[in-house]
């Protein structure tokens, strides 16, 4: 059974860094894109950044480009997303996924399955 838990959400100030985790367990993720996808109440969940597992493909969307990073610990079966010089527009649950098929890196959320709880992410004016 697929597990994933983040951690690492918190409340910060504007210009402030957080990083987040998403240890996954339950089976293998070679070769599948790990998602991060963020949402507000009200809102759609949106695509944040991606990264594929023991690969070096990433993908990112253009709001948090040159702020987040994400990354992944093939040893711990963990997937990060390092964000910097975070504002009050990226306040939101943040959420990560695994994507359905191997080898794709998608942006849209029906493309990704097994998601964790979610963490939140405030951020302070």
């Known amino acids: 059974q697929v597990q994933l838990a983040e951690s690492g959400g918190g409340l910060v100030q504007a210009g402030g860094s957080l990083r987040l985790s998403c240890a996954a367990s339950g089976r293998t993720f070679s070769g599948y894109a790990m998602g991060w996808f963020r949402q507000v109440p009200g809102k759609e969940r949106d695509f944040v950044a991606a990264i594929i597992w023991g690969a070096r493909s990433t993908s990112y969307t253009d709001s948090v480009k040159g702020r987040f990073t994400t990354s992944r610990d093939n040893a711990k079966n963990t997937v990060y997303l390092q964000m910097n010089s975070l504002k009050p527009e990226d306040t939101a649950i943040y959420y990560c996924?695994?994507?359905?098929?191997?080898?794709?890196?998608?942006?849209?959320?029906?493309?990704?399955?097994?998601w964790g709880q979610g963490t939140q992410v405030t951020v302070s004016s």
């Open positions: 996924t695994v994507a359905r098929r191997l080898g794709t890196l998608s942006i849209t959320p029906e493309e990704y399955n097994y």
